[in-house]
């Protein structure tokens, strides 16, 4: 038998799709074999074939999708971690005679000053401080790195900005709900970024679709763009050019880019507040038209919810809305509640309304914080009648000046009061600033506040501006104020999360010291005893340079002058003397203070000269406005003082009766402080529901609205005050 053999045909050989290297360098034709050719098998080369353009773009879109089908971390373990120390690591190759693998790591918190380092060859750790480059005195974080860890610590870096706003920024009023912002911070966390927004419900709204929720994320990016923003730079410089790294412009891009999607319908609240916040980064940054004009834009679109009140509030409505429960829960928006209030509680304001908008009460807070804006826009706006619109301004349109009282029939203009008109303003800025006083900031955790240190300043900035703009200039009495304004920022805990509309005060307070200075001591250098310390005033004006970029393009020259005086004032000797000289021809011509400069008086400095021990300057000495123990509060003579300078005085009267109701009591019970305390306390609060509920009757009787709110509110802190 015969075995048949069958012979399997040979197998196909691989060939690339392109020669190979060599062969390609020596212009010969290649038969393409791998692994390699018959031309580099012959002769012994090592045969290397060029993968594609096409080869190379798959196999990289292989490993795009290989990293993308890895298993995603679960959301609750990321959560867990988020604010876990981050460790990296590095590794590197060496290729020598021997291949060896150098593996470094560090380790760092995002939120803490320290790095350690693990070098391989010592087998230690090195813990390493970072330090400012410029000023080796002062830690910070490298803005290159800031986005970095905001992003690996998301949920801790934008809980610490919500804490900056509802603490400092939003002056005690803010626009949107803490509750909303961190159900926001949670979806941004566990969305996976495939529309599984719809999926989520918010407990107060069950439609939350994608376009809500942008538009609200609208308002975190820029709330968080403007509290980064007010609580201070990364970097402590000057330099104007370090500043596009910095994470509070990434965070107003994003939120620039999602207010551009919808700028065909700006009818929504939240994009209301957003550009108002838009509005305040702006004019930090230097972007005053832009600013004023967007600022303008938010104020049109807030008539309609505040004009159409007045017309519906007589017509039954569909639905009740409580002020009560906005007040309770520190919301902007009134929570549909269809039960009556409860008429037992304590705490209950018994105020219910018909509202024909749900975003009345956000529209009235937003015209509030728009009225700080106005004061900073009123002089270049209205020169003429600045002074009288920003105190009526600070009143929220309550209290204003009568013209024709002041005036009579003359023509009216604050840039140059007579003496007679100058002290009757100046008496009545001193009646209400004390009734404030009594009122609303009687206790010490009210004054740490940063409405407190608003309020003082404005109306520090009012008083300084009537003594500037009068005939007779009482250059003892301007430079008291600018001390107390001095004072003020430096002392008040709540100066460095400042406001920029808030700043006109400080500023023009440096510029009068600086230019008093000048005045006086070129014309009595060698009898001098007065002496003006210019080291807090540049501390002050650097640390508002580098928050806001409009002071810094604005005083910059202001900067220089300073830090160049307060070198040649530490240095005491007679030469720094003679160049301080110099100094001060070389500046004065770049400084434009005449606007703001109180030409000195020569009556007031011949005073100066011949009282050796004057005291223009002490700390003793400054205006106060707070009632002392023994003062005595008389409500016939501040009466007589409000009605000479008001139209309608009515409102002040009702404060300067309550007040000085309250000072009897106080001093009555004086005696015997251990014993009626708690009664006194009782007293008290009786008389300040008593007062809420009158300027509720006035308000009610002149149909104004907003002091139904102001009344309401003001009721409660009332309550919130004495329970504590």
């Not at 620039?256 to 004019?283: C, P």
């Not at 404030?436 to 501006?465: C, P, W």
Request: glycine share 2%; aromatic share 8%.
């Amino acid at each position: 038998m015969v075995a048949e053999t069958i012979c399997a045909p040979p197998p196909h050989p691989l060939t690339a799709s392109k020669p190979c290297s060599s062969c390609r360098n020596l212009h010969r034709k290649c038969d393409k074999l791998l692994p390699s050719c018959s031309h580099c098998l012959k002769r012994g080369y090592t045969c290397t074939y060029v993968s594609s353009p096409a080869e190379q773009r798959r196999t990289n879109n292989k490993q795009i999708i290989q990293q993308h089908q890895q298993p995603i971390i679960n959301s609750r373990n990321f959560k867990q971690n988020l604010t876990k120390e981050v460790i990296f690591s590095i590794s590197e190759n060496q290729h020598g005679g021997t291949s060896r693998n150098r593996h470094y790591w560090y380790q760092y918190h995002p939120y803490s000053q320290q790095t350690t380092y693990h070098v391989p060859s010592s087998n230690r750790e090195v813990h390493h401080t970072n330090f400012h480059p410029k000023r080796p005195h002062l830690l910070y974080a490298d803005p290159n790195q800031s986005q970095i860890q905001h992003a690996i610590n998301y949920r801790f870096s934008a809980t610490q900005t919500l804490d900056i706003y509802f603490k400092f920024t939003c002056l005690d009023l803010p626009l949107i709900e803490r509750t909303k912002l961190e159900f926001i911070i949670d979806n941004q966390l566990t969305s996976d970024g495939n529309n599984g927004i719809s999926t989520y419900t918010h407990p107060q709204q069950p439609l939350y679709n994608q376009n809500e929720l942008e538009k609200d994320l609208a308002v975190l990016y820029l709330l968080q763009a403007v509290s980064l923003q007010q609580a201070g730079r990364f970097y402590d410089t000057l330099d104007s050019t370090e500043q596009d790294c910095l994470l509070p412009q990434h965070l107003f891009q994003l939120g620039n880019q999602l207010i551009s999607k919808y700028s065909d319908n700006m009818d929504s609240m939240n994009l209301i507040i957003a550009t108002k916040f838009m509005a305040d980064y702006l004019l930090g940054e230097g972007e005053k038209n832009k600013a004023r004009t967007l600022m303008m834009h938010v104020r049109d679109k807030l008539q309609p919810h505040i004009l159409n009140l007045a017309s519906n509030t007589e017509h039954d409505q569909q639905q009740e809305w409580s002020m009560q429960n906005c007040l309770d829960n520190n919301c902007t928006e009134f929570s549909h509640n269809s039960r009556q209030p409860n008429q037992n509680s304590s705490s209950d304001l018994n105020f219910v309304t018909h509202f024909p908008s749900q975003h009345f009460v956000t529209a009235m807070l937003l015209e509030t914080q728009l009225r700080y804006a106005d004061i900073f826009f009123y002089e270049e706006e209205r020169p003429t009648t600045f002074i009288f619109d920003e105190f009526e301004a600070l009143s929220n349109r309550k209290i204003k000046f009568s013209k024709s009282k002041l005036f009579g029939q003359a023509a009216t203009s604050c840039t140059d009061i007579s003496e007679e008109v100058s002290q009757k303003l100046i008496q009545a800025i001193h009646v209400g600033m004390k009734c404030f006083d009594s009122i609303f900031t009687n206790t010490v955790t009210k004054r740490n506040t940063i409405l407190f240190l608003m309020a003082h300043l404005y109306g520090r900035q009012i008083y300084l501006e009537i003594l500037v703009n009068s005939k007779v200039r009482n250059l003892s009495e301007i430079m008291r104020v600018c001390s107390d304004i001095m004072e003020l920022a430096l002392t008040h805990t709540c100066f460095p999360y400042l406001p920029i509309v808030a700043t006109k005060g400080i500023l023009m307070a440096i510029s009068l010291r600086f230019n008093y200075f000048v005045e006086y001591h070129a014309k009595t250098l060698e009898n001098s005893t007065v002496r003006i310390n210019f080291s807090d005033d540049l501390k002050i004006l650097k640390n508002l340079c580098h928050r806001f970029k409009l002071i810094r393009n604005e005083r910059r020259d202001l900067v220089k002058a300073l830090e160049s005086l307060v070198y040649l004032q530490q240095e005491q000797t007679p030469a720094a003397v003679q160049n301080e000289d110099t100094l001060l021809g070389n500046f004065l011509p770049l400084l434009d203070l005449n606007r703001d400069a109180a030409p000195l008086l020569p009556e007031v400095s011949s005073k100066l000269d011949n009282n050796k021990n004057s005291k223009v300057l002490e700390a003793n000495n400054y205006p106060r406005w707070t009632l002392g123990h023994h003062e005595n509060f008389s409500p016939h003579s501040f009466k007589q003082a409000v009605r000479e300078v008001l139209e309608n005085s009515e409102l002040m009267e009702l404060f300067i009766d309550e007040i000085a109701q309250e000072q009897i009591m106080i001093k009555e019970n004086a005696k015997n402080v251990t014993e009626n305390s708690h009664k006194t306390q009782q007293l008290l609060l009786e008389k300040r529901l008593e007062m809420a509920n009158k300027i509720i009757a006035l308000s009610k009787k002149h149909k104004d609205i907003s002091g139904l709110l102001e009344g309401e509110s003001f009721k409660k802190l009332v309550l919130t005050e004495f329970e504590k």
